[in-house]
């Protein structure tokens, strides 16, 4: 049997074939596999593989716990610390944390942040000071994770939708985008802007506004906004996202960015 069918016979009859745990638990380390393949490898949408969700459910239900230590730090866990970024051209920061089973192309920075196991960064990101980036999510190329961002992850069930941020895009101070969400490519999301599957995402630039769930158009510029909902005991306000503009196209992604956050005075 191939390596998804090998997983796949010990999900269903929990007769665990542990070879196949480590082939994929290392494949997914070294990008050789990803958890969700991207739409210009796939007929034009993401594809999201279960069997490597499985496969990192079933290594949490067979390890051990173990004590780690580097140092005068200690851990206790079931899944071993990323090792050999220098060959992998990966940065680092102490006391930033990558799980085994996560993969950063070359080019990444990690400062004092967290990427979870199954998740996948493109090159050039930056995940920044106390930003974490959830199991399975999957990040793009030249990404800008702010302080404190919150990317959540997915495990169960398996075959659910990661939080994707593609290509190019830009995540505020302490945005917090969970629950499958997907930002499109360069994409502006402001400070403190929360995402959810049920948030809805209001395109205010036209005439009359257009709502989005669970999606950021590209080049879109977030901000966070509140709508008023009528209840029983009153109207309140209810969080929602407001697009406020677009980022122009440019070559110099740099400038366009600085344009755009001093033209729509975002705060990140």
């Known amino acids: 049997m191939d390596l998804q069918q ?46 490597l969700m499985q496969a990192i459910l079933l290594t949490f239900r067979v390890n051990e716990m173990q004590v780690v230590e580097v140092g005068p730090y200690q851990w206790h866990d079931k ?9 992998q051209q990966v940065r680092l920061v102490p006391p930033g944390h990558i799980r085994f089973g996560a993969h950063l192309e070359p080019g990444c920075v ?3 942040g967290y990427v979870n196991i199954g998740a996948y960064v493109g090159a050039g990101t930056m995940v920044d000071t106390w930003a974490t980036v959830g199991s399975c999510a999957q990040i793009g190329k030249g990404v800008h994770l702010s302080g404190g961002v919150g990317i959540g992850g997915v495990l169960e069930p398996p075959g659910a939708t990661p939080v994707i941020v593609e290509d190019g895009a ?6 917090v985008v969970v629950e499958g969400m997907r930002v499109g490519r360069e994409a502006v999301v402001g400070a403190n802007v929360v995402l959810t599957a049920s948030t809805p995402i ?18 879109s510029v977030v901000i966070p906004g509140t709508r008023f909902k009528r209840f029983p005991a009153g109207a309140y306000g209810v969080p929602c996202a407001l697009i406020i503009g677009q980022r ?10 600085n344009d755009v956050l001093r033209e729509f005075a975002v705060p990140v």
Not at 170 to 175: D, T, V
């Open 248 to 257: 122009k196209e440019s070559t110099d992604r740099k400038t366009s960015l």
């Open 79 to 87: 899944i071993p610390l990323k090792r050999h970024l220098d060959e």
């Open 6 to 51: 090998r997983i796949e016979e010990s999900w269903r009859t929990g007769v665990v074939d542990r070879a196949a745990l480590d082939e994929a638990l290392f494949a997914l380390d070294r990008g050789l596999l990803r958890v969700a393949t991207p739409p210009e490898q796939l007929d034009g949408e993401w594809t999201v593989h279960a069997w």
């Open 170 to 175: 830009f995540i505020g101070s302490r945005a």
């Open 202 to 219: 209001i395109d205010v630039t036209g005439d009359r506004e257009v709502v989005y769930k669970g999606y950021v158009p590209p080049r």
């Open 110 to 112: 990690v400062m004092p």
